[in-house]
């Protein structure tokens, strides 16, 4: 049914309205308001109601028990506070509350104390133990940059990095630094870095600003995503005096990121001296050894030479010595032998001669060819023979021969 000049609709129709002009509004789907705690109430089932305070107007809180344990040091009436979450409208009582994701304390001394126990909490779970903390890349080839990209920091960084060490790679990696978004951005900028090959180490990075800006690096998110970074983590944050958990959980810090960058990045004209020194060094090194080497050669070819000459050359001379004087005894002994057998030989030869019958006053009898006559057989008469005596010969001839009587004789 519907009235003459407006449409007549029910209560739940009126709610549904609201709560759908609320949800299209983009600005109140995700914010974050600041105000002052009222009637602050932890209910037994975990869920944390409150009221929030502005100058002239109120609104009402629900924090659920999920949220809830996210909140390090709960807060108390009157303190400021930062709430994060969405609006809509709660139907049962006709009213629009704030259903928060998140409640942080922003006055100094309850921003403290959640400090200090979230640190507590986290240094009992070993998060910022030193022996944790890794060694920077001397020589780092591939770095990536968290950090604003349009902040001073990273052009601060870029300076930095042409003057000292050009030759390393640098990937910025785009965040938010400040603001309620701030967190997450990093948070997921640390999860974009788990996906870079090669990289040697992350500089998370902010420029100069009030100490309410760092905030974000005090949240446990933070703190856990520099800690849990797969590579060593540097952190320049704009800040000289205080330090945030996230600097506590990197594995070095600086007070600014012109100082993160310095601590990082090697001087590049300070290599170039000291490897121009080095290679002098190494060069009178190596000619030092060579020249030690060469030294130690000439000994040992001097001492090898001396133990040739005294182990095997000397010995070798003093054999070749006595084997000479052996042969040379051998072989007089072999002369004086053999010629003590030629005697005996020319002796037994001598006896044994025609001629040494001769002397005796034998003589030869040889026919008109030459020939030795030894028997009387063959003679004829009248046949000419020569007769050989020691000291002369004579022609005869024969007269006749007489066999009997010569064997008779013989015999």
Known sequence: MKSINNEIITVDEMTAGVRDALLRAPRLSGFSV???????KLHT??????TLLGENTRVACVLFRSYAASVLAWPKDGDEVLVRGRIDVYGARGSY????????????????????????????EGLFDPR??????????????????TGAALQDILKLHSLRFPCS?????????????????????????????????????????NRDDLDIFDSEEVTRAVRLCPVPVITGLGHQIDSTLAD????????????AAERLFPDGNALDAALASARGKLATRISARISSA?????????????SVIKNKLTPAGDFLSSADERLNKDIRTMLKEADARIVSLSQRLEARSPLALLSKGYS???????????????????????????????DVSVCGTTLEKIHAEAG
Do not use: W
Not at 45 to 50: E, N, T, V
Not at 132 to 148: D, G, H, N, Q, Y
């Open 364 to 394: 030869i009898c040889e026919d008109a060819g030459g020939r030795i006559v030894s028997s009387a057989s063959g003679l004829s008469p009248g046949e000419k023979l020569k007769l050989l005596f020691k000291d002369g010969s004579a």
């Open 132 to 149: 944790l903390k890794r060694p920077l890349p001397r020589f780092p080839e591939r770095v990536a940059v968290i950090t604003s990209p």
């Open 34 to 40: 600041r105000g002052e705690l009222l009637g602050f």
């Open 248 to 259: 506590l959980a990197a594995d070095a810090s600086a007070p600014t990121p012109t100082g």
């Open 169 to 209: 790679e640098l990937i910025v990696v785009p965040s938010l630094m400040q603001g309620a978004d701030a967190a997450g951005d990093i948070i997921r900028a640390f999860a974009r870095v788990r996906g870079i090959k090669g990289l040697s180490c992350v500089i998370l990075a902010r420029g100069g600003g």
């Open 97 to 124: 509350q704030i259903y928060a994701t998140a409640l942080l304390p922003l006055g100094a001394g309850a921003k403290a104390r959640a400090k200090e126990m979230l640190r507590q909490r986290l240094e009992k």
């Open 45 to 50: 089932s975990g869920h944390a109601y409150f």
């Open 294 to 306: 060469f030294s130690a050669l000439t000994e040992s070819l001097e001492r090898l030479n001396r």
